[in-house]
């Protein structure tokens, strides 16, 4: 989405502007925002206003906008286009159950919609914990246009009566993307087709400022090869285990810019510069784009073989991984075992490869079956995905509290994680190799094997999902 709202910008003479819509606390980290900006400027999408270097529009992370939101939200409230809400997640519940049992579609009731404003103070000065939710008509639909699907018309009936400030004073994103892309300026949003949905919860808040509509382009999601939603669940998504991998980032945005567009003339490798110098909007396919990495490899060899010189390609490769910073922080794993200079690259070259060559003969063991190994590593998989600090003695703590949740000998359970890290049962410190290596490429190797080790069918993942989630403490993951 942001190389073609950047593309979009730059075709037209228009600014690229990045906002940091952080507003759910309890995901948004400053290592997370940090992720974001330095992906973006690896794949060289650099942006005209932005939470680093400022703008005539700022600021640029929501959560340091809070007082603008409050103000717009009581705006809403007094004009009768918002109301307070006290209702229980108990009493939500309830409601959502019983509309589910009588197939109705599960939206709010309007219970608390008709409260006084006396009664709204007493309630409020009682401490009653409270949400701001917008009004929503009984009848009728909402139509609206988007550039690339014409006209479209979602029911009121379909739309629920949105939540646009939580109880801890934060705005949900409906209220916030609105009122900011207004005060922004934004003229153009590209947004998922996901998105459509909530198109009506917007065109009303539009409506009930009077402001005008920015001009809305819902793009194809991406699919993974079965065509399934892109996940990280199935493929890596982060942008950072690409660049970990080793793929240029001319040849990423290259193979994104192929997905779902074309160039006129058909060529399908093009820099970033011919891109923006043919990019017509209208040209965006509504086909479902499929991430394949075979054809993203492909697209890879081509940009080596083809626009680098060997010069250029030493320097790319000294820039990737065999640089002087990174061998100063392999060095204290391993200088304690080498003997000679040649044994370094045997012990530490899973540090600067991809995915390991392993099968399931690596994974033979005299005491652990290989279902149990690869229902292990689904569980630090998915332990891993919710891993918020990565760091060392993080990784070690969580490992550990899941051996104790499981039962097993902590030996028994880090021999499949040795192999699927490092591709062998022996390695350097494994804690320390996983922090370096960063947690997208090692839960990039523990999904390659599981495969390996036979894979999760989708009916033994909902049983493994059910025992995961009673393994579970409240502290599992708070390294």
Same mark, same amino acid.
């Given at each position: 989405?942001?190389?073609?709202?950047?593309?979009?910008?730059? %075709?037209?003479?228009?600014?690229?502007?990045?906002?940091?819509?952080?507003?759910?606390?309890?995901?948004?980290?400053?290592?997370?925002?940090?992720?974001?900006?330095?992906?973006?400027?690896? &794949?060289?999408?650099?942006?005209?206003?932005?939470?680093?270097?400022?703008?005539?529009?700022?600021?640029?992370?929501?959560?340091? /906008?809070?007082?603008?939101?409050?103000?717009?939200?009581?705006? &809403?409230?007094?004009?009768?286009?918002?109301?307070?809400?006290?209702?229980?997640?108990?009493?939500?519940?309830?409601?959502?159950?019983?509309?589910?049992?009588?197939?109705?579609?599960?939206?709010?009731?309007?219970?608390?919609?008709?409260?006084?404003?006396?009664?709204?103070?007493? %309630?409020?000065?009682?401490?009653?914990?409270?949400?701001?939710?917008?009004?929503?008509?009984? @009848?009728?639909?909402?139509?609206?246009?988007?550039?690339?699907?014409?006209?479209?018309?979602?029911?009121?009936?379909?739309? =629920?009566?949105?939540? &646009? !400030?939580?109880?801890?004073?934060?705005?949900?994103?409906?209220?916030?993307?609105?009122?900011?892309?207004?005060?922004?300026?934004?003229?153009?949003?590209?947004?998922?087709?996901?998105?459509?949905?909530?198109?009506?919860?917007?065109?009303?808040?539009?409506?009930?400022?009077?402001?005008?509509?920015?001009?809305?382009?819902?793009?194809?999601?991406? /699919?993974?090869?079965?065509?399934?939603?892109?996940?990280?669940?199935?493929?890596?998504?982060?942008?950072?285990?690409?660049?970990?991998?080793?793929?240029?980032?001319?040849? *990423?945005?290259?193979?994104?810019?192929?997905?779902?567009?074309?160039?006129? =003339?058909?060529?399908?490798?093009?820099?970033?510069?011919?891109?923006?110098?043919?990019?017509?909007?209208?040209?965006?396919?509504?086909?479902?784009?499929?991430?394949?990495?075979?054809?993203?490899? #492909?697209?890879?060899?081509?940009?080596?073989?083809?626009?680098?010189?060997?010069? @250029?390609?030493?320097?790319?490769?000294?820039? #990737?991984?065999?640089?002087?910073?990174?061998?100063?922080?392999?060095?204290?794993?391993?200088?304690? /075992?080498?003997?000679?200079?040649?044994?370094?690259?045997?012990?530490?070259?899973?540090?600067?490869?991809?995915?390991?060559?392993?099968?399931?003969?690596?994974?033979?063991?005299?005491?652990?079956?290989?279902?149990?190994?690869?229902?292990?590593?689904?569980? *630090?998989?998915?332990?891993? =995905? %919710?891993?918020?600090?990565? @760091?060392?003695?993080?990784?070690?703590?969580?490992?550990?509290?899941?051996? @104790?949740?499981?039962?097993?000998?902590?030996?028994?359970?880090?021999?499949?994680?040795?192999?699927?890290?490092?591709?062998?049962?022996?390695?350097?410190?494994?804690?320390?190799? *996983?922090?370096?290596?960063?947690?997208?490429?090692?839960?990039?190797?523990?999904?390659?094997?599981?495969?390996?080790?036979?894979?999760?069918?989708?009916?033994?993942?909902? /049983? !493994?999902?059910? %025992?995961?989630?009673?393994?579970?403490?409240?502290?599992?993951?708070?390294?």
């Amino acid at each position: 989405m942001a190389l073609f709202a950047r593309a979009l910008a730059h %075709r037209h003479g228009g600014q690229f502007v990045l906002r940091i819509e952080d507003t759910d606390v309890a995901r948004s980290t400053v290592a997370s925002e940090q992720n974001i900006l330095s992906s973006l400027r690896w &794949l060289g999408l650099t942006w005209d206003e932005g939470p680093d270097c400022g703008g005539p529009h700022g600021p640029y992370r929501q959560s340091e /906008r809070l007082a603008i939101y409050r103000e717009y939200v009581d705006q &809403l409230v007094e004009d009768g286009h918002a109301f307070y809400c006290f209702c229980t997640a108990d009493r939500l519940a309830e409601m959502r159950s019983a509309q589910i049992a009588a197939k109705e579609s599960p939206r709010y009731d309007g219970h608390c919609m008709s409260l006084s404003k006396e009664e709204i103070a007493r %309630r409020i000065d009682a401490g009653e914990e409270y949400v701001i939710r917008m009004k929503v008509p009984d @009848e009728g639909a909402c139509t609206f246009q988007d550039r690339l699907r014409g006209e479209i018309s979602i029911d009121y009936a379909q739309v =629920d009566m949105q939540v &646009l !400030l939580k109880s801890d004073g934060f705005p949900t994103y409906h209220l916030a993307v609105v009122v900011d892309d207004h005060l922004m300026g934004i003229t153009h949003i590209i947004r998922g087709e996901e998105w459509i949905p909530s198109a009506p919860k917007h065109q009303l808040l539009y409506d009930y400022f009077g402001w005008e509509t920015p001009e809305l382009i819902h793009m194809p999601l991406l /699919r993974n090869p079965d065509k399934s939603k892109l996940s990280k669940r199935k493929n890596p998504t982060s942008i950072r285990f690409y660049e970990r991998m080793g793929f240029l980032p001319e040849a *990423m945005v290259n193979y994104l810019g192929m997905l779902g567009w074309s160039m006129p =003339d058909g060529e399908e490798k093009f820099s970033m510069t011919e891109m923006y110098d043919a990019f017509d909007v209208d040209r965006i396919s509504l086909g479902e784009p499929v991430f394949d990495v075979d054809k993203l490899r #492909w697209l890879n060899g081509r940009w080596l073989r083809e626009s680098l010189t060997d010069e @250029e390609m030493a320097d790319r490769l000294t820039e #990737w991984a065999l640089n002087r910073s990174n061998l100063l922080a392999v060095l204290p794993l391993i200088k304690a /075992r080498v003997d000679v200079l040649s044994d370094v690259v045997p012990m530490t070259g899973y540090l600067a490869a991809g995915i390991p060559d392993i099968g399931q003969l690596d994974f033979e063991h005299k005491q652990n079956s290989q279902d149990d190994m690869r229902d292990w590593l689904q569980f *630090m998989d998915w332990m891993f =995905d %919710r891993q918020g600090n990565w @760091e060392r003695d993080s990784i070690e703590s969580s490992i550990t509290r899941l051996a @104790e949740a499981l039962d097993v000998k902590i030996r028994n359970l880090l021999f499949p994680l040795f192999v699927a890290v490092t591709g062998s049962p022996v390695s350097p410190p494994l804690y320390d190799s *996983m922090a370096l290596l960063g947690p997208d490429m090692c839960r990039a190797r523990l999904r390659h094997a599981i495969d390996t080790l036979g894979g999760v069918s989708k009916k033994h993942g909902k /049983r !493994l999902e059910k %025992r995961f989630a009673e393994l579970m403490t409240p502290k599992l993951h708070e390294g």
